[in-house]
């Protein structure tokens, strides 16, 4: 069923369980997500809007009707039911999967980074008995490759990976769901493609402007991470530090094979150490992977340091209005230090048709408990949008 066209208010939505936070990549996650249907808390109210609980997600259609709960809870884990290689060049090839229903509602994940590769988990975001759920791989990270390859690896060429994707695929149109890089990314191939998406969900939005990478590469965040900071700053020497990004950028791509792991080590760990807002070993441990740390580090300074291979620094801002039409999601941690929420209120502001939720006590991943809920809800919304014609 065709999503655009359908409008929808503006809507600021708070989500404030109080609940401890544990790891999303525990095995036994999915059983230990408690539900949040008996809760009867009051929200913020925004704009005026009249919302009377979390369960009712802030959502009312214009007829008045009340809107039936979302699904808060992550999905079981799945495997994937079909996978494979698409040659995208003469050089890159990507991995890509599908799980959950084959004849279901086609969703496209796009991973963070970029170079952070999918894993299992991002799978259970979506309804497998609802959704055709796709993963794959952009250049260079996770299984695709070569690996960690920068050549012929910009974003306009991971813009034209997935629409060869889709068509490999067989889809006329799908969903889009992107987090941190992957909003980039998914904003950028929605601009170029607006008339294949049904629908967004972003989350941790970085629109990759000058301010952004000021903030977490040149000594914003050290503010709040002192700690985290200094050893990814004394790896370069001081008369260096005039911009980190660029001396990283020279010893990611050194002939010294140990030098690169280094400064790959440093920069995923600084980032790895900032992306929850209580600290998360298993995912700092991802600083000590060098086959990780290595696509991670050198895909994102690449990027980094070319600008995002945008034409300017408000790009993606600029091009809102092509995309102003479709149904989206975007959900952003209050203490986000990688995607600080500057970035999120500026794309609200020039994009209020989407709904906005902000997750007062989260940070950065998509793995905390309040952002889960609020990623899994916005696929619930899209999919009763599709199903029964309304949220």
Known sequence: MMLRGLAFNPKILHFSPSLPLFSLNSPSFSSRLPSFSGRKNSIL??????????????????????????????????????????????????????????????????????????????????????????????????????????????????????????????IPEWQVFGGSWGSTLALAYSQSHPDKVTGMVLRGIFLLRKKELDWFYEGGAAAIYPDAWEPFRDLIPENERD???????????????????????????????????????????????????????????????????????????DNIEKIRHINATIVQGRYDMCCPIMTAWDLHKAWPEADFKIVPDAGHSANELGIAAELVAANEKLKNIIKNGGP
């Open 45 to 170: 109210q925004a704009q005026g809007l009249g919302f009377k609980s979390e369960n009712q997600l802030g959502t009312t259609m214009d007829l008045g009707k009340e809107v039936p709960e979302l699904n808060r809870n992550l999905y079981p884990p799945i495997e994937p039911y079909s996978s494979g290689f698409l040659k995208v060049s003469d050089l890159h090839s990507i991995y890509w999967e599908q799980s959950g229903n084959p004849n279901g509602h086609p969703v496209v994940f796009i991973h963070g980074g970029p170079g952070g590769g999918t894993s299992p988990s991002n799978r259970t975001f979506f309804d497998p008995d609802f959704y055709r759920i796709i993963l794959f791989d952009q250049r260079g990270a996770g299984k695709s490759t070569p690996h960690a390859c920068l050549v012929d690896n910009t974003t306009w060429d991971l813009v034209n990976d997935i629409e060869k994707l889709r068509e490999h695929l067989e």
């Open 243 to 317: 911009c980190l990004i660029d001396a990283y950028h020279k010893r990611l791509n050194s002939d010294d094979m140990e030098t690169q792991y280094a400064a790959a080590r440093a920069w995923t760990k600084w980032e790895m150490m900032t992306a929850h807002l209580l600290p998360n070993e298993e995912n700092i441990k991802k600083g000590d992977d060098d086959k990780f740390s290595l696509a991670f580090a050198r895909i994102e300074n690449h990027y980094f340091v070319n600008k995002g291979f945008f034409p300017s620094d408000s790009f993606l801002l």
